[in-house]
């Protein structure tokens, strides 16, 4: 007896076959023509695309996946999946992070020699228990009404997934990479070591950098814009006194302005950090003009969590950064923001 197929069953099984040998059959996807390599390296966030270069060098060949797009609104696509088809390295954050669509990624690539690495699960599950101790637990209690007021749980896991944000984690990381980098692509193992060691000497002055601004600030009191300077904060000793917004984007409630507006006027808090990705015409201005009428004024300072990038930082296409030294740069520019806010 012969079937009989409707015309959307037909156009469905044909869009099926299609994906599938873009996946299968597809020999180099566009997007690594010119890049280098092997080894082809992709990553989930600029700043692993600094890491990445800083140790491999003219070695790696490298895509970026979030660019002018978060991990927080990332959409992966066919696309993605086709450029970790030809791929060797794939690294993410992890701890809740960019899981979701790193792993749809991964999966969809059907790439069997990819090494796919996780690198905040890495330190977490590491077998060196020191840089365990790098990593930083959220608070389990809603101090800050985050459930309560804004009436959805943390979007993150257990720990803080910011960790390219804190000096001594990022250079976990780029010994991270430089391992799996000496992994896949021995023949060139001394240049990572070389490169690895002179970038982690980079990070260190980033640090004393840091250090040296604010050496003289006796107030280092802020309120975050939202739970992304955890890392930051430890690094150059700043006390985060409260957090505008759980999630980006979600405004914060009346209850929690009001909270936060007590802990200014009670802990003479005068800067409010905010993010260049969000407006600042929202919960920040509302906290800024209650406080207005006290005698010492309360300023925002802009520090950029890293995790977009600006289209004129980015190459052509959009899928990798002009500037090796992007990061240092703008970490640079986040201590100098916070010199000047601070009293």
């Known amino acids: 007896m012969t079937r009989q197929y409707g015309a959307g069953a037909i156009l469905g099984v044909t869009a099926l076959v299609l994906t599938s040998g873009l996946l299968g059959c597809t020999r180099s996807a566009p ?52 450029l970790l088809r030809e791929a060797d390295l794939f690294f993410a954050i992890g701890l809740s992070l960019d899981d979701k669509f790193a792993d749809s990624i991964q999966i969809a690539s059907h790439n069997p020699r990819l090494q796919y690495i996780k690198l905040g699960d890495k330190l977490r599950a590491g077998e060196d228990k020191r840089k365990e101790k790098l990593l930083l637990r959220f608070s389990s209690s809603p101090e800050q009404g985050h459930e309560e007021e804004h009436g959805h749980k943390h ?120 993010e260049p990705q969000y407006p600042t015409e929202t919960s920040a201005k509302v906290l800024r003009d209650a406080m207005k009428d006290r005698d010492k004024e309360i300023v925002f300072v802009e520090i950029d969590p890293l995790e977009t990038a600006e289209k004129q930082e980015l190459k052509d296409d959009a899928k990798e950064l002009k500037s090796v030294e992007w990061y240092d740069k703008k970490m640079r520019q986040a201590l100098d923001n916070l010199a000047k806010g601070l009293p």
């Open 31 to 82: 997007a690594w023509r010119n890049r280098g390599g092997p080894p082809r390296v992709v990553v989930t966030i600029p700043p692993l695309d600094n890491f990445v270069r800083n140790v491999g060098g003219d070695h790696v060949g490298i895509v970026c996946l979030c660019t002018t797009q978060g991990p927080h609104h990332y959409q992966d696509n066919t696309q993605d999946a086709i």
């Open 155 to 274: 979007e993150h896991g257990d720990y803080d997934p910011h960790i390219w944000l804190g000096i001594p984690q990022a250079i976990a990381l780029v010994e991270i990479i430089r391992d799996e980098l000496k992994r896949v692509d021995p023949p060139h193992e001394a240049d990572y070591d070389k490169n690895a060691d002179q970038y982690i000497r980079k990070l260190q002055a980033l640090h004393a950098y840091g250090k040296e601004r604010l050496k003289d600030k006796k107030n280092r009191k802020i309120i975050a814009f939202h739970e992304s300077l955890g890392y930051f904060a430890k690094s150059f000793d700043v006390e985060i006194a409260g957090v505008l917004e759980v999630t980006p984007g979600a405004e914060a409630g009346q209850a929690h302005l009001v909270k936060l507006a007590k802990e200014c006027q009670e802990k003479d808090i005068r800067v409010i950090a905010v």
